[in-house]
């Protein structure tokens, strides 16, 4: 079982940054892929930014050029840098690790942090 705990959230004007941290129970090297989604009220859940274990990167199209997503194996934490944030950004930011093993599929979800862009 592997546990995800993010934090970093917070309240931010429009045009300014927020770093997001998800640090996990387990080593992130045996993921093979992590990756930051979001869901604003009333809306359903979407991805935001994926890392495979190769190293291999997708972002949503909204966020492209303003965020990154990054990793520290040595911390087992997985990062969501948010450069230029907009008001339509505010939502509740989820953790997501996928691991394959044994022919089966497991994906573990963090509990959120709040992002509010707002002036």
């Known amino acids: 079982q592997v546990q995800l705990v993010e934090s970093g959230g917070g309240l931010v004007q429009p045009g300014g940054s927020l770093r997001l941290s998800c640090a996990a129970s387990?080593?992130?090297?045996?993921?093979?892929?992590l990756g930051w989604y979001r869901q604003a009220p009333g809306k359903q859940r979407d991805m935001v930014a994926t890392?495979?274990?190769?190293?291999?990167?997708d972002y949503a199209g909204s966020v492209k050029g303003r965020f990154t997503i990054s990793t520290d194996n040595a911390k087992n934490t997985v990062y969501l840098q948010m450069n230029s944030l907009k008001p339509e950004d505010t939502a509740v930011y989820y953790c997501?690790?996928?691991?394959?093993?044994?022919?089966?599929?497991?994906?573990?979800w963090g509990q959120g942090t709040q992002v509010t862009v707002s002036s």
């Open positions: 890392i495979t274990s190769g190293g291999r990167t």
């Open positions: 997501n690790a996928i691991q394959r093993r044994g022919g089966a599929s497991y994906a573990y």
């Open positions: 387990g080593s992130i090297f045996s993921m093979n892929a």
